[in-house]
């Protein structure tokens, strides 16, 4: 088991890392405390504190800029709890061989944020329409906010509102199997097919991630699944490591960036179909 000092140490140089790549803590912690010796559920359900704590810090001056928009985040979130309800019974009853390759088949989701995995899965395989449908209009999921660099107000409206709840039903599901706050995959359906711009994407999905994680705590707790001892010094690590890796973002360049996510991203794949492939054979 960690002391404190080094979870504290390992949850910041997580933070730092979740905030460069934009993978969040949580997908980077679930693999670390498996490799330490912690039991699969344990790590899935004891994560869950880093991603309500994330959530609640990021959203405060997202909902004072009236960046998230709580109409939509609500809508969304009746998806995201079900499905994160959901995830989390089915990994109190599945073994834990499965929730490895699981985890490694989500990871590579990520990769839907670069442009060329993009333009394939979305424009080609779902082709999201561009006009306001029916539903959509009756839901009236508008909204406006003024952008501080542009200095003049975003206006927009939310199209495909039922297939962007299948999507973020999809991402709860993730979540609440595997730990995560399954942002990238959250913002991506929010960008391309919901039609948001991009920075109500990510500040909605900040909202929407520390509901759907709470739902899900609350099965892991009825199961007697979380930890108190890992989950302290990760909120603390992980929130420090968030700042740090926010203030270090502006200065590195994009090659950088995306050179360390690509590289990020593979070893986790890796060391997740690694354990579930030795797990299988014993």
Known sequence: MFSIPVL???SILVGILGSLTGLGGASILVPILVIFGIPMKEAVASTMATIIATSASSSVFNLRNKIANVRIALYLEIFTVTGAILGATVTKVISPVYLYFFFAAFLLTSFMRVGVFRRIVLERMLSPSKEL??????LDLDGGYVDAVRDRLIEYRARNAFWGGMGMFIAGLAAGMLGIGAGAFKVTVQENVLGLPPKVSSATSNLIIGMTALAATSVYLSCGFLNLMLMAPMVVGTAAGGIIGGKLLNRATDSFL????????????VQMLGKGIVSLWH
Do not use: A
């Open 133 to 138: 449908d029916r539903f959509s209009r009756f």
């Open 8 to 10: 504290i140490l390992i």
């Open 258 to 269: 995306r050179i360390l996510f690509f590289t990020v991203v593979s070893i986790l794949i």
